[in-house]
């Protein structure tokens, strides 16, 4: 196995790899394939025979010579298939090779985008995304959303063939497009931080190589669009939400309240460098969604203490949320806000405006729960933590919400 210097490495080339060989023959799911063959043979052979001078020329070398194996065989699969006659094999283009391409080249936005094309489904986004861009084997992604092996191969497979049937060039997007394939990147990387950040299933409560995952990529997006606001305002929001990551749990894995959390165990710098990147965001641009849920994340994380929390600019905050999006976890995050702000009672007020926004979703209660138990309503809290339990499908969650209940009792 390679050291840790060479795993970052590898994960860092491996979209540039795939990208360069894409452009450059074509056929994404084999590209796909052959990269990630590449990858695994330099896994064990750079150990024993040293790194090579040049380690992205290698490797896209290797990949070259696999996806021409991957297409001679499937030639002789289907060689009386009408499809084979248009497949060429890579040393019969006339192209440049894929390995002279500029030495600054980096095809990984154009791999986002076709990652994250709206023919796909969000799951199949997010696992060809950290396939294909995060350089992640079928089997560490499988690991990380807690499913077998070969239901996440199936994913990714259909991936691959919704991109090969779609006829998407690879290429950017036409620049009518841009700005809705770039928010849909954007959304992908943010559901893979929030899976990591507060995983929706399974025995525990952070899945931090998800959140770490997705605030690496979102550091490439950054340093290929520096001068977006929303990019810029999506990385200080990752950054400012996972600092508390630390403090977050108990020994035990049980999720701790902001509230009663050890900020000394926050990262100063992670909150340090989410403050600078959204000071230089805010005054540039349209002031958008990313860039909102930053500011709020600032103003937890400023705060000396939970007492000290500026919770009427939080309530402003996600007011301007709302006119953005009328999502209703935003309603219900607001509602917490106007409760914390101006009193429990005008928070359940709030609440009640969700009506059924939120069915079956353990957060309506918690959040009930928590603005009764405020309001001095011990009954009501009580019932509302143990029905946020039921409805809850984390396993730190349901042992939380199920423990704030017996305190009260």
Request: hydrophobic share 40%; aromatic share 4%; proline share 7%.
């Amino acid at each position: 196995m390679p050291d840790s210097g060479a795993e970052d490495l590898l994960r860092e080339l491996s979209p540039q790899v795939l990208g360069a060989v894409v452009r450059r023959y074509g056929h994404f799911d084999l590209a796909e394939d052959a990269t990630q063959e590449a990858l695994l043979a330099a896994s064990a052979q750079w150990p024993v025979e040293g790194r090579p001078d040049n380690p992205r020329a290698w490797l896209i070398t290797v990949a070259s010579r696999r996806l021409t194996d991957l297409l001679r065989a499937e030639q002789a699969r289907r060689r009386r298939e009408d499809a084979v006659v248009q497949r060429t094999l890579p040393e019969e283009h006339l192209a440049p090779a894929a390995d002279r391409r500029a030495a600054d080249s980096d095809d990984t936005l154009i791999l986002l985008f076709l990652c994250c094309h709206p023919s796909l489904s969000p799951a199949s986004q997010i696992a060809l995304t950290l396939r294909a861009v995060g350089g992640l084997t079928t089997a560490e992604i499988a690991r990380a959303f807690l499913v077998p092996e070969s239901t996440m191969t199936r994913r990714i497979s259909r991936a691959k063939t919704g991109i090969k049937s779609s006829g998407v060039p690879f290429g950017m997007p036409p620049e009518a497009d841009r700005a809705a394939r770039l928010d849909a990147v954007l959304h992908v990387l943010y559901l893979i931080f929030n899976e990591g950040y507060a995983s929706t299933s399974g025995p525990d409560l952070v899945r931090t190589e998800l959140a770490a995952e997705a605030i690496r990529l979102t550091r490439i997006v950054h340093r290929l669009l520096p001068d977006d606001s929303e990019v810029t305002g999506l990385l200080a929001l990752m950054l400012l939400t996972d600092a508390r990551r630390p403090a977050r749990t108990g020994p035990d894995g049980a999720p701790i309240p902001m509230s009663e959390q050890d900020r000394d165990r926050w990262n100063g710098e992670y909150i340090a460098e989410g403050i600078a990147l959204l000071s230089g965001a805010l005054p540039h641009g349209p002031t958008g969604q990313f860039q909102i849920q930053a500011a709020i994340a600032a103003l937890h994380d400023e705060a000396p203490g939970a007492e000290e929390t500026d919770w009427p600019q939080i309530e402003a905050l996600y007011e301007l949320l709302l006119r953005l999006s009328d999502n209703p976890v935003v309603a219900l995050n607001h509602a917490v806000a106007v409760g914390m702000a101006r009193g429990p009672r005008e928070g359940l007020a709030a609440l009640e405006k969700l009506g059924d926004r939120l069915p079956g979703d353990h957060r309506f209660h918690a959040a009930r729960a928590h603005l009764l138990e405020m309001a001095g309503e011990t009954a009501g809290a009580v019932e509302s933590y143990v029905e946020a339990a039921r409805r809850a499908t984390s396993l730190p969650h349901q042992r939380y919400l199920h423990s704030r209940a017996a305190r009260l009792r």
